[in-house]
């Protein structure tokens, strides 16, 4: 089975500190994407990566960046974060052959912005 | 532009009984969809898709789908609902081509002994 591990579960942060979630999965995944969930919202995706070094902005980059410098990991970095960072972050991963194959999450961290 | 509905914030099944998590698209074309279920404090599980060929799409733990064109709908089906069913469902569409996977805002199922 495809592994995503993101290394923190629980993190809280407080207003302008710079944060960094980090996200690993095992299964040579050439796709690799992050999304938050907010209640009632579903989950929007703030930015993606197709291949080491590149990335690509989602729905809501704003506040965000990324650094993919190795395949297996994607790190998801606020630059300085804010409360309305608070929320739910999912790390995924997905094959890249074809536009079917499903994604893998990971358990998600719990960020809280005080 | 694409978009995915779930109508239902949250859908209440006593056990044994069918449920039904409804989801509606709107893509230009023929969609890929998804279907996902996350459980507490837990990420998202990937339980079936729609890409081409029979409507009706069977998945894990005993899901299934049916895809109608002409209503724009994916629902989720299970003919026998049980307690372990309840966590938060969610429908994805992508069109074909490539593009962002879009999700719903997510469905709370709970069931009932």
């Known amino acids: 089975d495809v592994k995503v591990t993101q290394s923190s579960r629980y993190l809280v942060k407080r207003t302008g500190e710079k944060v960094f979630l980090e996200c690993v999965q095992d299964?040579?995944?050439?796709?690799m994407f992050w999304y938050r969930q907010d209640p009632g919202l579903g989950l929007r995706l703030i930015y993606f990566?197709?291949?080491?070094?590149?990335?690509e902005k989602g729905d809501i980059p704003e506040g965000y960046s990324v650094s993919r410098e190795k395949k297996e990991r994607f790190s998801l970095i606020l630059e300085s974060a804010s409360t309305n960072q608070t929320s739910m972050y999912l790390c995924?991963?997905?094959?890249?052959?074809?536009?079917?194959?499903?994604?893998?999450f990971g358990n998600g961290t719990r960020l809280t912005v005080t | 532009a694409q978009s995915v509905a779930q109508p239902e914030d949250q859908v209440n099944v006593a056990e044994g009984n069918p449920l039904t998590v409804k989801c509606t698209y709107s893509?230009?074309?023929?969609?890929?969809l998804f279907w996902y279920v996350q459980y507490p404090n837990r990420g998202l599980q990937f339980l079936l898709k729609?890409?081409?060929?029979?409507?009706l799409v069977k998945g894990s733990y005993g899901f299934e789908a049916e895809f109608n064109k002409s209503q724009t709908s994916f629902h989720l089906k299970k003919p026998s609902a049980l307690v372990s069913d309840s966590a938060l469902y969610f429908c994805?569409?992508?069109?074909?081509?490539?593009?962002?996977?879009?999700f719903g805002q997510g469905t709370e199922l709970s069931v009932k002994p």
């Open positions: 995924a991963s997905s094959l890249e052959t074809g536009y079917n194959s499903p994604l893998h």
């Open positions: 299964m040579d995944h050439e796709n």
């Open positions: 990566s197709y291949d080491v070094k590149m990335k």
């Open positions: 893509v230009s074309g023929n969609p890929y």
């Open positions: 729609y890409i081409t060929g029979d409507n």
């Open positions: 994805a569409v992508r069109r074909p081509g490539g593009g962002k996977l879009i």
